[in-house]
């Protein structure tokens, strides 16, 4: 069992920066691969950003490519999403994930959080 929480969201103005931040529960954190999504409202939940288990390998959407960067410090069951040049088409709510796989689907991933809210102001 894990249980994740998520910190760092809020307003930021568009071409500015944010770290989002991961805590997990549990000894078995790195066990898991972890993503990070994020919800618009109407729209459905997208793949943001994964990394394996060990950190060795990351995966991004197209979208955030060259701006976001997902990290994993094991020692501390926290995984992170450093958000820069943010763009007003990144407001959602960003959820992180734990997956016994690496990989970019929602239905794949056995843990979630909350969510925390970015809203980027053009």
């Known amino acids: 069992q894990v249980q994740l929480v998520e910190s760092g969201g809020g307003l930021v103005q568009a071409g500015g920066s944010r770290r989002l931040s991961c805590a997990a529960s549990?000894?078995?954190?790195?066990?898991?691969?972890m993503g990070w999504f994020r919800q618009a409202p109407g729209k459905e939940r997208e793949f943001v950003a994964g990394?394996?288990?060990?950190?060795?390998?990351?995966a991004y959407t197209d979208s955030v490519k060259g701006r976001f960067t997902i990290s994993r410090d094991n020692a501390k069951n926290t995984v992170y999403l450093q958000m820069n040049s943010l763009k007003p088409e990144d407001t959602a709510v960003y959820y992180c994930?734990?997956?016994?796989?690496?990989?970019?689907?929602?239905?794949?991933?056995?843990?979630w959080g909350q969510g925390t809210q970015v809203t980027v102001s053009s």
């Open positions: 994930a734990a997956s016994a796989k690496y990989s970019s689907y929602p239905k794949d991933y056995n843990y």
């Open positions: 549990g000894r078995t954190f790195s066990s898991y691969a």
């Open positions: 990394i394996r288990l060990n950190g060795g390998s990351t």
